[in-house]
């Protein structure tokens, strides 16, 4: 996923991170130098789609202005969810 507006300087990345934690997701959130932040995200498909949900919704200071999802087809078997710089 690409989530962009306002989404860094906000805490979005740790909003991120807890969020995939409640709906057991694995995989990682970094800042984009565009301004922009990209998740990495799996899991089983309903907790990757409450996940997505909740990501689109943003968190209570960030403002979502779009959000790119680009699917994957081979498992990368993440065993946590993690802030990357």
């Known amino acids: 996923m690409i ?3 306002r989404v860094q300087a ?5 909003f991120t991170w ?3 934690n409640v709906y057991r997701v694995f995989g990682w ?3 984009r130098s565009d301004g922009s932040v990209e998740i ?3 899991g089983e498909k309903s907790d990757i789609q409450q996940f997505m949900k909740t990501i689109k919704k943003g968190s209570p200071f960030s403002r ?3 959000v790119d999802i680009y699917e994957y087809t081979e498992p990368k078997n993440f065993h946590q969810f993690e ?3």
Do not use: H, L, P
């Not at 906000?10 to 740790?14: D, E, I, L, N, S």
């Open 18 to 20: 807890q969020t995939a």
């Open 3 to 5: 989530v962009k507006g």
């Open 29 to 31: 959130v970094r800042n």
């Open 64 to 66: 979502i202005s779009d």
């Open 10 to 14: 906000v805490g979005f990345r740790y």
């Open 40 to 42: 990495v995200a799996e």
């Open 83 to 85: 802030i990357r710089n």
